[in-house]
T-cell receptor, first 114, second 114 residues
C-alpha cells in the first residue's frame, strides 16, 4: 500500500503560534517514530509509540513539544508557542517489527518559524 | 551516550568507480545494530543496508557492502560501480538493542560525476 504520509509538506508559522504535524503510518505498522532534522544535520530522535502507547519521549526538547497516537494509527506532533529554533524538517517513520523490519520514513514536514 | 561520527562531509566519485564512506561510533554496548540510510534530493530517507553487531559477516546488498570492524567501532559503506542515481546524502546510524532509537551521524554528501 501507500508509504508513510505526512502533512502538511510545508508549514510556515509565526513565532508564538501552535502547530500540529500529522503522520499517517503504513497500515498495520505497530511502531511509529518522530525525528527532527535540522539543516545540514542527521535526524534526531524525538519520541516513539508502540500502538497507542508512547514508549519513549526522551528526545522531546522541552514541554512545548508533545505527541499522541490515540488510536494506534495516525499520530500528531504538536509544538506550542513556536520559536525560531524549532525550524527544521520533522520526519515520521513506522515499522512493523523493529528492529527486524526496517523503518519506513515519510517525506517530512518542513517547518519554518518566522 | 552513543555517538556516530561521519568524518567526510563530502565525497565524489566517477561513474562506474568505487567509493567508500566512513563511519565510526562510540558505545559500550554489545547488542546493537548499524545502518546506512540514503537521502536523495527528493527528501526520502531510504534504508541502504543494515548490520547486526553479533554477526561477524559483513552485510551486502547488491552494489552496496559494509566493512564492519567491531573492535575498532568502524562501519564503512562501499559503493561499487557507482551510478548517477547514487548521488545523495548518506547517513550512518546506530541503534542500541531494545532502544528503538536511531542515532544518526551528520551525513556525507556523495556526488557522482559522469
Amino acid at each position: 500500500g501507500a508509504g508513510v504520509s505526512q502533512s502538511p509538506r510545508y508549514k510556515v508559522t509565526k513565532r508564538g503560534q501552535d502547530v500540529a504535524l500529522r503522520c499517517d503510518p503504513i497500515s498495520g505498522h505497530v511502531s511509529l517514530y518522530w525525528y527532527r532534522q535540522a539543516l545540514g544535520q542527521g535526524p534526531e530522535f524525538l519520541t516513539y509509540f508502540n500502538y497507542e502507547a508512547q514508549q519513549d519521549k526522551s528526545g522531546l526538547p522541552n514541554d512545548r513539544f508533545s505527541a499522541e497516537r490515540p488510536e494506534g494509527s495516525i499520530s500528531t506532533l504538536t509544538i506550542q508557542r513556536t520559536e525560531q529554533r524549532d525550524s527544521a524538517m520533522y520526519r515520521c517513520a513506522s515499522s512493523s517489527n523493529p528492529p527486524y523490519s526496517p523503518l519506513h520514513f515519510g517525506n517530512g514536514t518542513r517547518l519554518t518559524v518566522t | 551516550a552513543q555517538t556516530v561520527t561521519q568524518s567526510q562531509p563530502e565525497m565524489s566519485v566517477q561513474e562506474a568507480e568505487t567509493v567508500t564512506l566512513s563511519c565510526t561510533y562510540d558505545t559500550s554496548e554489545s547488542d546493537y545494530y548499524l545502518f546506512w540510510y540514503k537521502q536523495p534530493p527528493s527528501r526520502q530517507m531510504i534504508l541502504v543496508i543494515r548490520q547486526e553487531a553479533y554477526k561477524q559477516q559483513n552485510a551486502t546488498e547488491n552494489r552496496f557492502s559494509v566493512n564492519f570492524q567491531k573492535a575498532a567501532k568502524s562501519f564503512s559503506l562501499k559503493i561499487s560501480d557507482s551510478q548517477l542515481g547514487d548521488a545523495a546524502m548518506y547517513f550512518c546510524a546506530y541503534e542500541q538493542g531494545g532502544s528503538e532509537k536511531l542515532v544518526f551521524g551528520k551525513g556525507t554528501k556523495l556526488t557522482v560525476n559522469p
